[in-house]
């Protein structure tokens, strides 16, 4: 057949944007949708301790009844529980800390490499991404090296006689900060820098001939400028940290645990799949809210460039 | 003091912006070249020269966004080689007009008062003023992206005159419009320079809008300024080969020297069949010799090889053989370019060589009717209207 090449063509042209488009649509739904609303489902109803540990959302009353079975309590539980809100502030603050942090050593990172040589920017890429090279549970396992009782921090600081004692930082939640700080830079030095390396020299070159300082000029024009890039940086870093479970498992104190840490224990120590669900639900909530902050942020931007 | 600083004073007497042996490098590359520079309280000096001349480098020196290797720069007497850009008495307009993009045509304005001790209210009058001088009051609330480039370009000069600089760099004001706009924008420019009396420094590449604007032009080539002058000087008396090629267009011969008179040289031309005579400097010193080139000529002897520029305009066409025993040429019209006002004769010599002449269309019956492609003609011209130059 000579006419099948042209006409599978003239199909993919027709339809090539609903395709492009479909495909990440497909896989969304697949794995992400699809799932949340299991989540969902199970969230409403009750423990049990059977297999699958969660009652029926569905149950059959009559020969032609179907009655649903929303259970509220797993919510209600989460609001008087002490132990959930309580982690979800402390998540919440530790995540809001290490984000602050995390602008504050990424954004002068960010503007170097944008300021650098464009020679050498290509390198100082290079070494924001390389730890991503390295496993990261190896990275985190590698911190504890580092900060333990006997760990290389503490020796090299009682050899030059600072302190006598060694420094308590494994298992604290400085560790948790330094951990995460440490993982997530590079979430916030790459947007920053996508940002910051399309700002136009002339523009600060204009603001000192009009008189302002370079500090002055950087307040004025490079900052508010870059705002997008801080909006998106912060959000990489901070909504993952939220609901970050590895780096305070391993750094982090005992007997404070973060909300990522109470939905794993929920889940395969209590075995308490509905409440576990809650708690994943609320969570989501919680952080749809700077995404939905963020797009009207994006529209506006796009409305006035 | 030293000599250099004497040298200064000597120059002081009427120079507002001086500017001293000022030399900048890049890598092995000169781009801006030992250049000495006066100029005037409340001239338009135009600093004119193809890309990569070396005149942006200067203006940028002058702004204090690169530092000089050598020399020095003088504004009002005072020392500002060293003072850094957002101390500098003196603003910008760039040619990209580098307005900051998240500000209000207002704010824009306002951000230079804004560096300066100033209240709120006389910041607010004098962002008012001068957005009433530009007429770009009704605009203040827009943001630069909504628009046009007229209007930008605008603002970017309201931003820069609103902090009542003694002077002001302008770097290819007109560049970004369109050629309707910037006729218009031309005169413009020059009202309110007179208006509010500051010195511009323009940069352009642009020879009719130096022509147009400048009560000065310095013409820049290779990193050096080749030569300061009228408009009218830069165009009638130019002191190089280079400058008489690069104002306006040009017809360039060469020709040797056969025999000096008085005030007059008859020169031999290979292209004309008979002796070119052209106006010959007096001696090096006596009044009338200006600079290098009009020196260099004077010295030349019998054989010295000399340039001869002929403006277009100052070639007269005829069927008719010239009368004259000198200064004319006989070709055939290969070309005609009809201009509205005037119309453009390409003429070639029997060697291959082609003239340029410009008639003016006056009225309806002219001489021109005759005068259409492969026509046989004869090119003549005054002694006075040719410039000779040596190098």
Redesign the interface.
């Known amino acids: 057949m000579t006419g099948g090449r042209p006409r599978l063509w003239e199909l993919l042209e027709r339809r090539g944007r609903a395709l492009v488009s479909g495909i990440p649509l497909g896989w969304l739904s697949l794995f992400f949708l699809i799932p949340f609303l299991i989540v969902l489902k199970i969230s409403f109803s009750e423990a049990r301790l059977a297999m699958p540990p969660y009652a029926p959302l569905l149950v059959r009353t009559g020969a032609h009844t179907l009655a649903i079975h929303m259970h509220l309590e797993n919510y209600r539980l989460l609001a008087s529980d002490p132990l959930y809100l309580d982690s979800l502030l402390y998540s919440l603050r530790v995540a809001a800390g290490s984000t602050l942090c995390c602008l504050l050593l990424g954004y002068p990172m960010a503007l170097a490499i944008a300021r650098a040589h464009p020679a050498r920017r290509h390198l100082l890429l290079m070494a924001i991404i390389l730890p991503f090279w390295t496993s990261f549970l190896l990275r985190v396992y590698a911190w504890i090296g580092l900060l333990q009782d006997n760990g290389v921090i503490n020796h090299l600081l009682l050899s030059l006689h600072l302190i006598h004692q060694p420094l308590v930082m494994v298992n604290t939640t400085f560790a948790v900060y330094v951990g995460i700080v440490y993982s997530y830079l590079p979430f916030m030095v790459l947007p920053l820098y996508a940002n910051l390396e399309k700002h136009?020299a002339?523009?600060l070159?204009?603001?000192?001939?009009?008189?302002?300082?370079?500090w002055?000029?950087f307040c004025?024009?490079t900052l508010?400028?870059s705002g997008p890039g801080i909006m998106a940086g912060v959000l990489l870093v901070f909504i993952p940290a939220v609901g970050e479970f590895v780096i305070p498992s391993l750094l982090g104190p005992a007997n404070q645990l973060m909300i990522g840490r109470v939905v794993s224990n929920e889940f395969f120590e209590n075995r308490d799949w509905p409440t576990a669900s809650a708690l994943a639900i609320v969570l989501l909530l919680l952080l749809l809210a700077p995404i939905v902050l963020l797009q009207r942020y994006r529209r506006r931007e796009l409305a006035?460039? | 003091m030293t000599d250099s600083d004497r040298h200064i004073a000597a120059r002081a007497a009427d120079a507002y912006l001086q500017l001293h042996e000022l030399g900048k490098r890049y890598g092995e590359v000169p781009a801006v070249d030992a250049v000495s520079l006066d100029i005037r309280r409340g001239e338009i000096f135009c600093l004119l020269g193809a890309s990569g001349s070396g005149k942006t480098t200067l203006l940028r020196l002058l702004?204090?966004?690169e530092t000089p290797d050598t020399g020095r720069v003088l504004l009002d007497d005072e020392d500002i080689t060293a003072v850094?850009?957002?101390?500098?008495p003196l603003?910008?307009m760039?040619q990209?007009y580098?307005?900051?993009?998240?500000l209000s045509v207002e704010r824009n304005v306002a951000?230079?008062l804004e560096?300066?001790q100033l209240t709120r209210g006389e910041i607010m009058r004098r962002v008012g003023e001068i957005l009433e001088v530009v007429r770009m009051g009704a605009l203040a609330r827009r943001?630069p992206?909504q628009l046009s480039g007229g209007q930008r370009q605008r603002v970017a000069l309201a931003?820069?005159l609103v902090?009542r600089p003694k002077l002001l760099l302008l770097d290819e004001p007109l560049a970004a419009l369109d050629r309707k706009l910037r006729e218009h924008t031309q005169f413009e420019l020059l009202n309110i320079q007179q208006e509010l009396g500051v010195t511009f420094v323009v940069v352009t590449h642009d020879q009719e809008e130096a022509m147009t604007l400048a009560t000065r032009i310095g013409v820049m080539d290779h990193g050096r300024i080749v030569q300061v002058g009228t408009p009218r000087e830069i165009y009638q008396q130019p002191l190089t080969r280079f400058v008489a090629g690069f104002i306006g267009s040009v017809n360039l011969l060469e020709g040797r020297v056969l025999e000096r008179q008085a005030d007059r040289a008859q020169l031999h031309c290979d292209e004309l069949p008979v002796p070119l005579l052209v106006p010959w400097p007096a001696g090096a010193g006596a009044p009338g010799a200006t600079g290098a080139a009009a020196a260099g000529v004077s010295a030349a002897g019998v054989g010295a090889a000399l340039w001869v520029a002929l403006r277009p305009e100052q070639l007269r066409l005829s069927r008719a053989r010239p009368e004259q025993p000198y200064n004319w040429a006989q070709g055939v019209i290969r070309e005609v370019a009809y201009r509205g006002d005037l119309s453009v004769y390409l003429v070639r010599l029997p060697g291959g060589r082609e003239l340029r002449a410009t008639l003016a269309n006056s009225g309806a019956g002219s001489a021109a009717v005759e005068l259409t492609r492969d026509v046989p003609v004869y090119l003549c011209w005054e002694a006075d209207s040719a410039v000779v130059g040596s190098d």
């Open positions: 136009d002339t523009l070159e204009a603001a000192a001939d009009l008189g302002a300082r370079p002055r000029a004025r024009i508010p400028l006035s460039a | 702004a204090g966004f850094p850009p957002y101390r500098r603003n910008m760039f990209s580098a307005l900051f993009p998240h951000f230079g560096q300066e943001k992206h931003r820069a902090k």
